[in-house]
């Protein structure tokens, strides 16, 4: 018999996603729901908006 299937948890912020990837690391999880930590880990880790430099100090086209 297929197991139930668990909702994966959506992770908002920067400390929700800490204390996920804490309690993936210390806990004793297993079977789906560690998989779905997992997934919640994977997922907010690829939608993390890494903020873009602010002017690298290179020169360009206005340098010449």
């Given amino acids: 018999m297929p ?3 668990r909702a994966i948890p959506v ?3 920067w400390q929700e996603l800490q204390l ?3 309690r993936y690391r ?3 999880l297993s079977g ?5 930590l997992w997934q919640a880990i994977r997922d907010a880790s690829l939608n993390q908006n ?8 290179v020169g360009g086209e206005e340098s010449y």
């Fill in 3 to 5: 197991e139930p299937t």
């Fill in 11 to 13: 992770l908002n912020t």
């Fill in 20 to 22: 996920a990837v804490e």
């Fill in 26 to 28: 210390t806990s004793d």
């Fill in 32 to 36: 789906t729901e560690l998989l779905s």
């Fill in 50 to 57: 890494f903020s873009q430099p602010q002017g690298d100090g």
